[in-house]
């Protein structure tokens, strides 16, 4: 590996005035970044607006129009693309494996000696030989938090969540020089997101990301880029500050081309006055007219519109589930489930990979049956259901077919009615897009497609199975701000952090988290993700001082156990008061949490101040402890 020098700026990549043009569509135009060694950027903009293009001409596999990206000699990229390029006849230890290097090889020997059993004495001398034993924990340990369990397995015979997991182990575990992520979140669950983002932090490492992630934004990045408009804007700061700054840039954006109209009008006055016979002092204002009018006309800056539809009436009877159940290959999915939903209800459904969320959505909706159990639903109820697999338009139809196949027009709640093609526009797919194959959008663009076409059905219980993935951060707002305003019932599947905490007051939740044991339960937690991950936390604090609590103290039998010092039982008494308010600050900031309509940036700043406040209650429930155990 390169050696890399931390405490100085090294420059390891720069991309230097990179033109790019598809067709008439220019993505970007001579724009310029560098990427120093321990610098950890964000690359954010719009779907369609040329971020996967770009890091496609980072890594090499496209050329600019102009411009060039300069590498240092010596420096490798790690790349995870959003695309499949796995080799399907490799198994899961060829993929990972890198065998150009030798503790590679040493690691997947013992690897394939611990699985078939044959050779491990060997492996075991070959690996202490290589002084390889921190490297194998640290792969056993990326293996185990992503849910990667047997590398003798085929790449083909993965489903396309494991084999995205497959190509992130292999770009975390080839510790390149720089590492460049393309939506690493997608398809994994909230615990491996929870630890990809943990990892990322901590470890010295290069880092250039794709993410609508925002808490990632927020915690991980040290810089953002913005592709906006064919232009490349730099933050130097999280995502809070770069909100604050895009901000503060628009309006002085906006405040430019008044001032540019507010010119051109007076000098489009003047010009009309010349007789035509101008003198070259004239001539040279008429020049500087063009440079203001340039500036005058630049376009506002188009933004998705939040719709809201007009909704079908809600009856009295909305969806009541009795006694749900349901296995595969002899594993229960759902046990003995029972709810009722009423008019609001607002509910995310989290898990592990595997444990049933999109299976749950399907009973829900009839399409799949239950081992036993009844699904109830209302003569008046409406079903809007988003999945994971929709999206998927047939080749011929075109944009506006695809609208006009749910309806010709739609009527909005205050009465206004809008025809497919004002729908569309309002949804950035301007006029001169409608005829185009909808099998030709980027994939975030069928997305937002795709999700037009469900809203527009008028639901009054929306059924979200990942809706975030493949949409810019842009889109992701206005949905959000769409679903605040929702009457209806929403029940959602996400792997979006901010996404759940925002719209969601209570979580059906898989994992069997709180008893473990109870296959098949699904547990009614009240609250968003954030409360709930506290209250794990503090259940996880709980059993980890228990277990201390029990173990048997070594002492000497003829010995008197070991008296407090006066200042140590200040000390004990002091904690005893001061970690139930601990507690009680960690309850109210999570109750703050879950309120609505909260801005991102208090958002950010109490899920920091949650994170601390769970740090001390561990530190000193665990000095506590140990004074109690001193004192006897």
């Given at each position: 590996m390169?050696?890399?020098?931390?405490?100085q700026s090294?420059?390891?990549l720069s991309?230097?005035k990179?033109?790019?043009?598809?067709?008439?569509?220019?993505?970007?135009?001579d724009?310029s970044f560098?990427?120093?060694?321990g610098?950890?950027?964000a690359?954010?903009?719009r779907n369609?607006?040329?971020?996967?293009t770009l890091?496609q001409?980072?890594?090499?596999?496209?050329?600019?129009?102009?411009?060039?990206?300069?590498?240092?000699?010596?420096i490798?990229l790690?790349?995870?693309?959003?695309?499949?390029?796995?080799?399907p006849?490799?198994?899961i230890a060829e993929t990972?494996?890198d065998?150009?290097k030798?503790v590679?090889?040493v690691?997947?020997?013992y690897?394939?000696a611990m699985?078939?059993?044959?050779?491990?004495?060997?492996?075991i001398?070959?690996?202490?030989?290589a002084?390889?034993?921190?490297y194998?924990?640290?792969?056993t340990?990326?293996?185990?938090r992503l849910?990667i369990?047997?590398?003798?397995?085929?790449?083909?015979?993965?489903?396309g969540g494991?084999?995205k997991?497959?190509a992130?182990?292999?770009a975390?575990?080839?510790?390149?020089?720089?590492?460049?992520?393309?939506?690493?979140?997608?398809?994994?669950?909230?615990?491996?997101?929870?630890?990809?983002?943990?990892?990322l932090?901590?470890?010295?490492i290069t880092?250039l990301?794709?993410t609508?992630?925002?808490?990632?934004l927020e915690t991980?990045c040290?810089?953002?880029?913005?592709?906006?408009?064919?232009?490349?804007y730099?933050?130097?700061?999280?995502?809070?500050y770069?909100?604050?700054?895009?901000?503060?840039?628009?309006?002085?954006?906006?405040?430019a081309?008044?001032?540019?109209?507010n010119?051109m009008r007076r000098?489009?006055?003047?010009?009309?006055?010349?007789?035509?016979?101008?003198?070259t002092?004239a001539?040279?204002?008429?020049?500087a007219f063009?440079?203001v009018?340039?500036a005058a006309?630049q376009?506002?800056?188009?933004e998705?519109?939040a719709?809201?539809?007009?909704?079908?009436r809600?009856?009295?009877?909305?969806l009541?589930i009795?006694a749900?159940?349901?296995?595969?290959g002899?594993?229960?999915?759902?046990?003995?489930?029972?709810?009722k939903f009423?008019?609001?209800d607002?509910i995310?459904?989290?898990?592990?990979n595997?444990?049933?969320?999109?299976?749950?959505?399907?009973?829900?909706?009839?399409?799949?049956?239950?081992?036993?159990g009844k699904?109830?639903?209302?003569?008046?109820?409406?079903f809007?259901?988003?999945?994971?697999?929709?999206g998927n338009?047939?080749?011929?139809m075109?944009i506006?077919?695809?609208?006009?196949?749910v309806a010709?027009?739609?009527t909005?709640?205050?009465?206004?009615?809008?025809?497919?093609a004002?729908?569309?526009?309002q949804?950035?797919?301007?006029?001169s897009?409608?005829?185009?194959?909808?099998?030709?959008l980027?994939?975030?663009?069928k997305?937002?497609?795709?999700?037009?076409?469900?809203?527009?059905?008028?639901?009054?219980?929306l059924?979200?199975?990942?809706p975030?993935n493949?949409?810019?951060?842009?889109?992701i707002?206005?949905?959000e701000?769409?679903?605040?305003a929702?009457?209806?019932?929403?029940?959602?599947?996400?792997?979006?952090r901010?996404?759940?905490d925002?719209l969601?007051?209570?979580l059906?939740?898989l994992?069997n988290?709180?008893?473990p044991g109870e296959e098949?339960?699904?547990k009614d937690?009240?609250?968003n993700?954030?409360m709930y991950?506290?209250e794990?936390?503090a259940?996880?604090?709980?059993?980890t001082a228990?277990?201390?609590?029990?173990?048997p103290?070594?002492?000497s039998r003829?010995?008197?156990p070991p008296?407090?010092t006066?200042?140590?039982?200040?000390?004990r008494d002091?904690?005893?008061?001061?970690?139930?308010?601990l507690e009680?600050?960690?309850?109210?900031?999570s109750?703050?949490l879950?309120?609505?309509g909260?801005?991102?940036e208090?958002?950010a700043?109490?899920?920091r101040?949650?994170?601390?406040?769970g740090?001390?209650?561990?530190?000193?429930?665990?000095r506590?402890?140990?004074l109690?155990?001193?004192?006897?």
């Open positions: 390169h050696a890399q020098n931390w405490g090294v420059n390891y991309a230097e990179l033109t790019k043009v598809y067709g008439a569509k220019t993505l970007f135009q724009i560098g990427l120093d060694a610098e950890k950027k690359l954010i903009a369609g607006a040329g971020k996967s890091m001409i980072l890594v090499g596999r496209e050329t600019p129009d102009k411009g060039r990206v300069v590498l240092r000699n010596g490798r790690s790349y995870l693309d959003q695309s499949d390029e796995l080799d006849n490799m198994t990972v494996f065998v150009r030798s590679m090889r690691i997947a020997r690897d394939e699985r078939t059993g044959k050779g491990i004495d060997a492996a001398a070959e690996v202490e030989s002084n390889a034993w921190d194998e924990r640290k792969i340990g990326i293996f185990t849910g369990r047997d590398t003798a397995a085929r790449v083909g015979s993965l489903s494991e084999r997991r497959v992130l182990a292999h975390l575990i080839d510790e390149a020089e720089i590492l460049i992520l393309d939506e690493p979140t997608n398809h994994l669950d909230l615990d491996m997101i929870e630890w990809l983002e943990s990892y932090q901590r470890e010295k880092l990301l794709v609508h992630d925002r808490y990632f991980v040290d810089e953002i880029l913005e592709l906006d408009n064919g232009q490349l730099s933050y130097k700061g999280n995502y809070s770069f909100l604050e700054k895009k901000a503060e840039r628009e309006e002085a954006e906006a405040i081309i008044e001032k540019a109209q010119k000098e489009l006055e003047w010009i009309r006055k010349q007789p035509k016979a101008r003198t002092k001539k040279y204002r008429v020049d063009e440079a009018k340039a006309t376009q506002k800056k188009e998705l519109q719709l809201v539809l007009e909704m079908n809600v009856g009295g009877k909305i009541e009795t749900l159940s349901k296995s595969f002899g594993r229960k999915l759902i046990h003995n489930f029972e709810y009423v008019r609001g607002r995310g459904i989290i898990g592990r595997g444990a049933g969320k999109s299976t749950f959505l399907n009973l829900i909706t009839g399409l799949e049956k239950p081992d036993s699904v109830d639903i209302g003569l008046s109820t409406v809007g259901y988003y999945r994971q697999t929709g338009f047939p080749e011929g075109t506006l077919e695809a609208v006009r196949n010709e027009a739609v909005l709640a205050k009465g206004k009615v809008l025809t497919a004002q729908l569309l526009e949804f950035l797919f301007p006029p897009t409608h005829r185009q194959q909808a099998a030709t980027s994939g975030g663009e997305r937002r497609l795709y999700l037009l076409t469900i809203l527009m059905q008028n639901p009054n219980f059924i979200l199975d990942e975030t493949d949409l810019d951060i842009a889109t707002n206005v949905l701000d769409y679903l605040l929702f009457q209806g019932c929403l029940l959602i599947v996400s792997h979006d901010y996404f759940m925002k969601t007051t209570h059906f939740v994992d988290d709180f008893r098949g339960e699904v937690f009240n609250g993700y954030s991950l506290a794990k936390e259940l996880d604090r709980e059993k228990e277990k201390k609590a029990k173990e103290r070594e002492r003829t010995a008197k008296q407090l006066f200042a140590e039982t200040k000390e002091a904690l005893e008061k001061e970690i139930p308010l009680a600050r960690l309850a109210e900031a109750a703050t879950a309120a609505p909260l801005p991102f208090k958002t700043e109490l899920g101040l949650i994170e601390e406040i740090r001390q209650i561990e530190a000193k429930t665990a506590f402890l140990e109690l155990e001193k004192a006897g």
